[in-house]
């Protein structure tokens, strides 16, 4: 890939809890820096928070208002938010139309929480380092409370050190002439090497959402050259599919997304992929007898969940980057903090399960237990159309695996 060691650093020092009780005494040092302010001890308690304030701007550039809530009640949360250690987390990619969307909304802790300080470190290639670096200056700009760390990188092992999460974003797109099976070789060598430097700086335990293209047989490829790192969370993200599904569900039925569940997107995300509504609900009640309608199942909704990527292409003029973006966002939440007997599609190794071939990154509906434990829903019978269309994606996802088998060792 021709990555080198050039990097950016954006150091984020925030204030320890030991700062924070100095803070609310108004007793903070002058080793704190200030832009001037009363000496310690003699400010009143608002004028505490205002002279504590402008130290605080002073020595730590992108400190937010954390401070000034330890006056008003909500002080213990702030607090309580510093208190966690923070993860870290590696995108790739993190200078793309995915990846600037995504980075702000893990800044900003949509993803791990609201009390979870995260360091974050951005990895791009070699071109990608001047936008990655506005990209990092916007972030630092945003102030986050909760992002102590910002790093950008084009070097592998550095960018994926210590890393407890990835987000695997980057991935080259589609030239001019190029077939598909040009750009899955291409793209899966990137994941090789990727796999390689996760395996080796990695955190143990680390936890991979692979997005790029073709995502499903990329995960294939990573994992198998990180054998050291658990296969079962190298994820393929399959969310984006299942919302689209969802979207379209309410839309068609008038009702909210949230009175929607148990959609599932059985195999690759392509324009094979299954998407079945045959055990949804809709408040509560089968979706297949509240729409009761399978020309609009099989004409209108499948394809349009398939190939709605290329939909937003031709209505945008760009393809969907805020909603991958925000999908990886909920895959991440649902699986660190789980949601209990919903469903999801996610795609990891198959054991077989469904009698699909193992080692397929094959996705299957699961329920997220919280901490990266899942559940496979069991059980589940397909009609003579859903049994053609899990055959036609298994076929698929055999013939991408068996285009990248050099790179499997
Ligand atoms: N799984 C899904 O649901 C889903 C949805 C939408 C898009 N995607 C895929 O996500 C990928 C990114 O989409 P985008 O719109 O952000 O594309 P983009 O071209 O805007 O951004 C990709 C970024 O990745 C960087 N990059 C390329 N190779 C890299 C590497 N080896 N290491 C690090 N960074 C690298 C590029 O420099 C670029 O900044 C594409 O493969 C796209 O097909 C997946």
Known sequence: MGQTSRRYSVCLK???????????????????????????????????????????????????????????????????????????????????????????????????????????????????????????????????????????????????????????????????????????????????????AINKAAAKGVSVLVVGNPANTNSLVLAANAPDVDSSKVMAMMRLDQNRAMGQIAEKTGCLVSDVEKVVIWGNHSNNQYPDIHHATVKGESAMKVINDEAWMKETFIPRVQKRGAEIISARGASSAASAASSAIDHFRDYVYGTG????????????????????????????????KMELVEGLTFNAFGEEMMKKVEKELIEERDAVKHLLP
């Open 14 to 196: 925030f204030p320890t809890l030991t700062d924070l009780m100095r803070i609310r005494k108004g007793i903070l040092g002058s080793g704190c820096g200030g832009t001037g302010g009363k000496s310690e001890g003699s400010a009143t308690r608002n004028e505490g928070v205002e002279t504590m304030w402008g130290r605080l701007t002073g020595a730590m550039r992108v400190l937010p208002r954390q401070p000034v809530a330890l006056w008003n009640g909500a002080g213990m949360r702030a607090m309580s938010s510093f208190a966690k250690k923070p993860k870290v987390v590696s995108v790739t990619g993190a200078a793309g139309a995915i990846g600037y969307s995504l980075v702000i909304r893990i800044a900003s802790g949509e993803m791990l929480g609201k009390d979870q300080p995260v360091i974050l470190k951005l990895i791009e290639t070699e071109p990608g380092m001047k936008p990655l670096k506005g990209v990092m200056m916007e972030l630092q700009d945003c102030a986050f409370p909760l992002l102590h760390g910002l790093h950008g990188t084009a070097d592998l092992e550095e960018g994926f050190g210590d890393a407890e999460h990835c987000v695997l974003v980057g991935a080259r797109p589609r030239g001019p002439g190029m077939e598909r099976k040009d750009l899955m070789t291409a793209n899966a060598a990137i994941f090789e090497t990727q796999g390689k």
């Open 341 to 372: 007997d919903m469903w999801h599609s996610i795609a990891i190794p198959s054991k077989g399960e469904y009698n699909t071939t193992p080692g397929l990154w094959f996705s299957l509906p699961r329920k997220c237990l919280g901490d990266g």
